[in-house]
Structures are given as C-alpha cells and as structure tokens.
C-alpha cells in the first residue's frame, strides 16, 4: 500500500483560510469515510483534529473542518492563528485492519 | 485524566533485542484497541500495526509484519512493541495510540503516548 499523498507545504496569512488536500485510490480515501488529521508540533506527540472525514474531537476549535471528495480528502484551517503552524498528517482506513499515512504538510503562517 | 505513558528512551547495538511499552490509565484499558507509529529522524508518521487488549488479536502494516511484535497484557494495562534483531534503520521515536474503531474498521487515534526514542547505533 502506498502512502497518501499531501503537499509538502501550505501557507497563509493570520486571518485566512487555508486547504490542505490528501490524495489516495478508490482502495482507501474513496472507499471509506474513515479519513483523519492530525497536528503535529515539533517533538511533540500528534493530535487528533478531525476523524470520520469531518468529526471534530471535543476541543477542537470549528476553525478546523473536514471533507472528502471521490478520493481526496481536505483539511481547512478558516481564522488562521500563529498557534495553527505545524505539521498535518491525515490518515485512511485501507481496508484489512490497516491504515495508510499521508507524507505530511508543513502548514506556515506567513 | 486518559493517558497513554510509555517507557523511555533506549540505544542499542544491532542485533539486539528490545521491548518497549505502553500503559493505559484513565480508561477501561480493554475496550480500545492501541495503534503503533513510527516517525524516523525528519520523516512522516507511519502506522505500524495494532493490538486488541481484551484478546491480544494482532494486525501489521505489510510494511512491518514481521519485523516487530506487538503485544498486550492486560492486567497490567500495558501494550508492547519487541524486535528480536535490531537495525540502525528502526532509529525512529515510537508512539503508541488509542485506537477509535467502528467495528473493525480503524478510525482516528484519540489518545497519544509521549513517544519512545530508540537509537540503534554501533
């Protein structure tokens, strides 16, 4: 199975909005609504942000939204914050028992 | 409060065997499965595989079945991670991760442990 694909890098300016996509096959993003984001700070464990393609864990602020078209799935960040600079990953049930990865974007708030 | 609190860091010499953990507190231990990620030195997260607590049922990445073992005893609320023969290519920091699930199918990981390093190193 191969990893999902991100961009390696998004950007924005305080205030705006940004997307980051994670694209798999019809095998993962496509066949299940079992797509997540997390948020990874430098040498700090990840977070849960969104699983179920749009559900956000309690904490988490509504800034953050999910969605999922065929086989891309989006991570949105609205109101950007300086806190909001991180890695993101998002993830997919493959069918099987097993989840993919994506490579990871750097989100940097300009 | 729910926490995942793992063992702490190791360096090993190829070739030797380790066993690293991972204890649950804060939650009815058995009722959730707990993923593996491994993220090498400036790399990506990769799951690795995952363990059911109340039956020690196992599932692998293709990637790592066969390189590692996860294991659980859960009276002791305490997931494992083992390799019999270590590389310098298993330098990475390990997590593990309560593991969401609908059924058998794997959702999001809710819970995050600290991470484990593990240098393997001549």
């Known amino acids: 199975q191969s990893a999902l694909t991100q961009p390696p890098s998004a950007s924005g300016s305080p205030g705006q909005s940004v997307t980051i996509s994670c694209t798999g096959t019809s095998s993962d993003v496509g066949g299940y609504n079992y797509v997540s984001w997390y948020q990874q700070y430098p040498g700090k464990a990840p977070k849960l942000m969104i699983f179920?393609?749009?559900k956000r864990p309690s904490g988490v602020p509504d800034r953050f939204s999910g969605s999922k078209s065929g086989n891309t799935a989006s991570l949105t960040v609205s109101g950007l914050q300086a806190e909001d600079e991180a890695d993101y990953y998002c993830?997919?049930?493959?069918?099987?028992?097993?989840?993919?990865f994506g490579g990871g974007t750097k989100l940097t708030v300009l | 409060e729910v926490q995942l609190v793992q063992s702490g860091a190791e360096v090993k010499k190829p070739g030797e065997s380790l066993r690293i953990s991972c204890k649950g507190s804060g939650y009815s231990f058995s009722s959730y499965w707990i993923s593996w990620v491994r993220q090498m030195p400036g790399k990506g997260l990769e799951w690795m595989g995952r363990?059911?607590?109340?039956?020690?049922?196992?599932s692998y990445s293709p990637s790592f079945q066969g390189h590692v073992t996860v294991s659980a005893d859960k009276s002791l609320s305490t997931t494992y991670l083992q390799w019999s023969s270590l590389k310098a290519s298993d330098t990475a920091m390990y997590y593990c991760?309560?593991?969401?699930?609908?059924?058998?199918?794997?959702?999001?990981?809710?819970?995050w442990g600290q991470g484990t390093t593990v240098t393997v190193s001549s």
């Open positions: 993830t997919s049930y493959a069918g099987s028992n097993n989840l993919v």
């Open positions: 179920e393609v749009n």
């Open positions: 363990i059911d607590p109340s039956d020690s049922y196992t």
């Open positions: 991760a309560r593991q969401r699930r609908i059924a058998a199918v794997l959702s999001g990981m809710d819970i």
